[in-house]
T-cell receptor, first 114, second 115 residues
């Protein structure tokens, strides 16, 4: 799997947009970018994933550069409850019904401040 | 609520003992994954089952084993426990219908403390 690089920590003021970068310069054409977050000692929570196009859901937006070597997760209006560790994961497209496991790195610890 | 259920939530046991952690996947999910999270190692993938069969192995110790039953629930067995096995153990599951359905959803974990 392609390796990802994320800043170890970031701060964001409540109500502002949180932009979390991820570098995945060795990503290959059949690999998806997934984002998860983990609020202290809870189970990792799925946020969003994408292949080439930008994606948006009720939680966040995912912006993937045209060359696919980096991406940005955007939380449009961060709240205190968004304080968590955010993981950017590159995952191969599954060619079987069983799918591939996720390999977590160290992620970015996001602190949202009042 | 992800729909993945894990029991017990907390467990304290002594070194050398054996424990079993249980996981019920989301309704309709055929794949089950087990992860370990300790303070110094982060989230480590242990093993994956699909429809009762082992599909992938990660950093799982020989003292650990898992299985998935016909009703698709899974159990992780940890034996000859050591202090270093103290960790959060997560179960996760996914559907198996193409990439859009392969999103993995995690349970809330089982806290294991070995004393």
């Amino acid at each position: 799997d392609a390796k990802t690089t994320q800043p170890p920590s970031m701060d964001c003021a409540e109500g502002r947009a949180a932009n979390l970068p991820c570098n995945h310069s060795t990503i290959s054409g059949n690999e998806y970018v997934y984002w998860y977050r983990q609020i202290h000692s809870q189970g990792p929570q799925y946020i969003i994933h994408g292949l080439k196009n930008n994606e948006t859901n009720e939680m966040a937006s995912l912006i993937i550069t045209e060359d696919r070597k980096s991406s940005t997760l955007i939380l449009p209006h961060a709240t205190l409850r968004d304080t968590a560790v955010y993981y950017c994961i590159v995952r191969p497209q599954s060619n079987s019904n069983s799918g591939y496991a996720l390999n977590f790195g160290k992620g970015t610890s996001l602190l949202v401040t009042p | 609520d992800s729909g993945v259920t894990q029991t017990p939530k907390h467990l304290i046991t002594a070194t050398g003992q054996r424990v079993t952690l249980r996981c019920s996947p989301r309704s309709g999910d055929l794949s089950v994954y087990w992860y370990q999270q300790s303070l110094d190692q982060g989230l480590q993938f242990l093993i994956q089952y699909y429809n009762g069969e082992e599909r992938a192995k990660g950093n799982i110790l020989e003292r650990f084993s898992a299985q998935q039953f016909p009703d698709l629930h899974s159990e992780l067995n940890l034996s000859s426990l050591e202090l270093g096995d103290s960790a959060l153990y997560f179960c996760a599951s996914s559907v198996s219908q193409g990439n859009a359905g392969n999103t993995i959803y995690f349970g809330e974990g089982s806290w294991l403390t070995v004393v």
